[in-house]
């Protein structure tokens, strides 16, 4: 099928009190998907300086989000993929295990963020070979079709740091 996904494999967990859950997040082009989906984006935008910068970076973009988690086994952590079709409007899927601590979920997010906005940047990426090409440039491939980028990891790192400080 040729689905070209983002696969995180480390496994870090970080132990941090639970915060509260604010009210829903206003972010018509980031859609997530069910309770603890909603729960994940809303933490990080309170608690995420950087994940909030994304979220507003990707509100100003053309695409449309979808963020699920997946009870899915394995040593993956999340990916992003395009789901729109050629000539649609364009949308991705960031899926993200439920294998993870909470916490560590939502650096994955903003992980999983960073290469959405990497998409958003590059508006010729409207179908599957246009984002093979984008992240063959600006990132590197450990297995087929499986992309990694050095800012991405770079997001989850300062993710991770701003939600140790609560
Ligand atoms: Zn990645």
């Known amino acids: 099928m040729g689905i070209i996904s983002f696969a995180t494999t480390a496994a870090l967990v970080v132990a941090l009190a639970g915060p509260a859950v604010p009210a829903a997040a206003q972010a018509p082009h980031i859609l997530a998907i069910g309770p603890e989906s909603r729960r994940l984006l809303a933490a990080g935008i309170e608690h995420s300086p950087s994940l909030r910068q994304l979220v507003a970076t990707i509100e100003a973009s053309d695409l449309t989000v979808y963020i699920v ?60 070979p246009a984002m093979r090409a984008l992240f063959a440039r600006i990132g590197r491939s450990s297995t087929t079709d499986n992309y990694e980028t050095r800012a991405a990891q770079d997001v989850e790192r300062r993710v991770r740091q701003e939600l140790r400080i609560h």
């Open 69 to 128: 988690t997946s009870p899915e086994p394995g040593r993956w952590r999340g990916y992003t993929r395009l789901v729109s079709a050629t000539g649609q409007p364009r949308s991705v899927m960031i899926t993200l295990s439920q294998a993870l601590a909470p916490e560590e979920r939502t650096a994955i997010l903003g992980h999983e963020l960073q290469h959405v906005s990497e998409i958003a940047a590059a508006p010729d990426v409207t179908d599957q």
